[in-house]
């Protein structure tokens, strides 16, 4: 792979612990669910989730509404997601997700009637539709798993009733991007996602030009928890069609019965966003359902592999070292620490001195000194101008009241601080770039990666600054009818004067030389996520 050195290593299977001790509801149906989640990726837009607990709760919720076995003797749901309690969160990598899918696949009886529910990003390449993984990045596809892959693997599937759902497409209308996405369900990628395999059904998150709505706050006649909308209309339309026929264990999965509440309520769920959203189940189900057998043996539980990571404690070293606030407001979750890399990629990398021992030597080690108070000085110049600081600004009413203006200082003098002090480092890290040839190859990489980072940072500080000028003077978009303010939202454009416009191209430079220069490493991952968020800032109209 050629973005991140993964050695995913079966070493140890472990079932998830189920949910029950008894049976309950669920006894009897010979039904199975799989939830597969990617809500932190690498190099693509994050989704919105609730809490860990919160997540899980609704899974459980939504297995019970199906008839799903939960209980300690039958427990037939699976989830593989990167927003789960610990001991089940596990990161769903490509190699994870594919032998997940494939163990479902293959313990699954005749009589079974199954689900598998996909969140997270779709692409279309070529006429062929791709899911990508926890690793997955838009333009490399070798890191993104083909959706025909996945379809095979029901192919051939005994189950009686197979269902896909593919919440895929994701956007969230109450929060700006800051790095690629799928963008919107396109007619391509609604045929490839079509074309299921006889007996699979599938349902299609909305129509081309649509996306998959998520929600902040929980909104519509079926909101429950925030994340997808998709998840809770399908939960509450199953809910609504068991409440009016009584479901029994012979029965299918009632898709096609519930998809015309699920219609309408996503159709609330999207009214409540301002926007639109249409799903579209397709597929045919197999003709006759196979009779159920309760002297058969239960389905085996599913194992999921557990990442051999040997270097695990030396990863997390250096991203404690290398630890700074996210470039943006949002980005919460890491997936990095809990991913495995090649140790004998990393063994060049390896410390020669502690941090405390290169601070009471100072001036034996003086570049890493001065990188090491280079970061520290980024910590602290972007927490206080950060996210959690009540004066920034990121979000506007209509219209722009005296007060908003004269808010604008309180939010720029921080920000005139802190670019002030990173030019003092960058300052003092490039007079002594010559010293960074004697060192070893952590240090060479730790210096690379922060020389990017404070050029980053000072071209997005400045560029919020100018952002907040243009409150002052309401140098803003017109507002389109029935919007009701504006947002800030990164963009490849960035409006600042052709110094600032230097600085971000020398941070991208130097960013794409530590990719080159470590490859297989935590800082190639790091200097790649760093370069995917676009330098310039804008308002954008958004609908309050």
Request: with cysteine.
């Amino acid at each position: 792979m050629r973005s991140i050195a993964l050695v995913f290593v079966l070493v140890l299977m472990v079932p998830l612990l189920p949910a029950a001790e008894d049976p309950k509801l669920s006894d009897g149906f010979p039904r199975r669910a799989l939830f597969i989640q990617v809500n932190h990726p690498l190099y693509l837009n994050p989704l919105t989730t609730g809490t860990p607990l919160r997540n899980r709760e609704a899974i459980d919720r939504f297995a019970a509404t199906l008839r799903v076995p939960t209980w300690r003797t039958n427990n037939q749901l699976f989830i593989l997601s990167d927003n789960l309690p610990p001991p089940d969160d596990r990161v769903p990598t490509k190699s994870a997700i594919l032998a997940a899918i494939r163990n479902f696949c293959e313990t699954s009886r005749a009589q079974d009637r199954i689900l598998v529910y996909f969140r997270g990003h779709a692409f279309e390449k070529s006429d062929k539709a791709y899911f990508a993984p926890v690793e997955g990045e838009a333009n490399d596809l070798k890191t993104l798993i083909p959706v025909a892959d996945i379809y095979d693997l029901l192919k051939g599937c005994e189950a009686t009733q197979k269902l896909v759902v593919w919440d895929v497409c994701p956007r969230n209308p109450e929060r700006a991007a800051f790095r690629p996405g799928s963008g919107p369900l396109t007619l391509e990628l609604l045929l490839a996602l079509a074309i299921t395999p006889g007996g699979v059904q599938a349902v299609i998150p909305c129509l081309p030009s649509e996306y998959s709505l998520e929600y902040t706050t929980p909104k519509g006649d079926a909101g429950s928890v925030a994340g997808s909308t998709l998840f809770d209309a399908l939960r509450k339309g199953f809910e609504e069609n068991a409440a009016t026929k009584k479901p029994g264990p012979t029965d299918a999965i009632p898709i096609a019965e519930a998809f015309p509440m699920v219609e309408k309520y996503l159709d609330s769920a999207a009214k409540a966003l301002g926007a639109k959203q249409t799903p579209k189940l397709v597929g045919k189900p197999h003709a006759m359902l196979a009779a159920i057998d309760p002297k058969e043996a239960l389905p085996a539980a599913i194992l999921f592999p557990v990442p051999k990571s040997p270097a695990i404690a030396e990863v997390r070293a250096i991203l404690q070292e290398l630890a700074l606030p996210p470039l943006v407001v949002g980005e919460s979750v890491d997936p990095l620490p809990l991913l495995s890399f090649d140790p004998l990629t990393l063994k060049p990398y390896l410390p020669d001195a502690s941090i405390d021992n290169i601070f009471r030597d100072a001036e034996k080690y003086p570049l890493r000194v001065v990188t090491l108070r280079a970061l520290q000085t980024v910590r602290d110049t972007m927490r206080s101008a950060g996210p959690k600081d009540a004066k920034l600004i990121v979000s506007l009413n209509s219209p722009v009241t005296e007060q908003v203006k004269r808010a604008v200082p309180g939010a720029q003098a921080p920000m005139a601080v802190a670019i002030a002090k990173l030019e003092d480092e960058l300052t003092a890290m490039e007079a002594i770039e010559k010293l960074r040839a004697k060192e070893p190859k952590r240090w060479q990489a730790h210096y690379d990666y922060t020389v990017g980072q404070v050029r980053l940072r000072l071209a997005l500080l400045n560029e919020y600054n100018l952002a907040l000028g243009n409150v002052r003077t309401e140098s803003l978009p017109e507002l389109p009818t029935g919007f009701t303010g504006w947002r800030l939202t990164h963009t490849d454009k960035m409006l600042s004067k052709k110094n600032v416009q230097d600085m971000a191209e020398a941070a991208r430079k130097a960013l794409e030389a530590v990719i080159a220069a470590n490859k297989g490493t935590p800082w190639e991952v790091l200097a790649k996520r760093a370069m995917l968020t676009p330098p310039g800032l804008r308002w954008e109209p958004v609908v309050k």
